[in-house]
């Protein structure tokens, strides 16, 4: 078995700076541009400008922070708010363990695992799923901290430019500019489709979305749609595969 080589102080800076630079081609300012409208929202809703930046720090969730505020605009107990931010981000349960073990070495802290949990957000995902493939895998972790630090900052800066711009916005572009995120997930994960079973998830979740939404709904439909639509493709997927292995 092969041992893993131990990076320098040095080599570790430099891969977290490539993190950064990574980041700052595009998905950075994509998700901050997103969760603009998420500061109008806390301006609207009586809070100050520093809470929609913490919220950015500490739930880093689009959807989630939007029902923190909406929630709180509506006068909903605390705890109803409390449990329906935590059921909303139950979907990111899947994204960690399927990231986390690919940034894991045989030396890594319990504690840097739980760290690089709280960063795993759509786009991070999405991106370190596409990325850290290629990347050797003592890179990965220092990698991964520069772009998803990246990530959260720009984002947590541009949360609190929109505490102060989106009240000016006309009411329908406030909404294009929230519309934005679900829509560079979307793309980026067709341009991350290679195989057949890829293009079946994506097929399964664009089909199922609506039903679970309806039938489902209270923060647990995406992972219905995640047991559901994945079980299905996995199944089409094997199904592919035995019809091309036929003589």
């Known amino acids: 078995m ?13 891969w977290f700076m490539e993190g950064v630079r990574q980041a700052f081609t595009g998905p950075a300012y994509f998700v901050a541009v997103a969760l603009i409208g998420v500061g109008g929202l806390a301006r609207a809703a009586g809070f100050p400008a520093g809470v929609a930046v913490l919220s950015t720090l500490l739930i880093w969730a689009g959807p989630a922070q939007l029902l923190f505020f909406g929630a709180a605009a509506a006068k909903t107990s605390w705890l109803a708010v409390a449990v329906s931010v935590s059921l909303s981000s139950i979907r990111f349960l899947p994204m960690c363990l399927s990231v986390l073990p690919m ?10 695992l739980w760290l690089a949990a709280h960063f795993v957000a759509v786009t991070v995902w999405v991106e370190s799923l596409r990325r850290l493939p290629d990347i050797d895998r003592p890179a990965r972790m220092p990698f991964f901290f520069g772009f998803a630090l990246a990530c959260i900052l720009t984002t947590s800066l541009f949360t609190g430019v929109g505490y102060f711009l989106v009240a000016a916005l006309p009411p329908a572009l406030a ?18 489709a290679r195989a057949p079973v890829d293009w079946f998830a994506l097929t399964a979740g664009l089909v199922l979305a609506p039903v679970t939404e309806a039938f489902v709904g209270g923060g647990l439909d995406l992972m219905a ?14 199904w592919h595969e035995a019809r091309r292995a036929e003589p």
């Open 175 to 192: 909404v294009g500019v929230l519309f934005l995120s679900p829509v560079y997930f979307l793309a980026t994960l067709i341009r991350g």
């Open 225 to 238: 749609l995640g047991l559901v639509g994945g079980t299905a493709a996995y199944l089409a997927g094997r």
């Open 103 to 112: 940034l894991r070495t045989p030396g890594t802290r319990r504690s840097t």
């Open 2 to 14: 092969s041992q893993i080589v131990e990076l320098t102080p040095a080599d570790r800076r430099r």
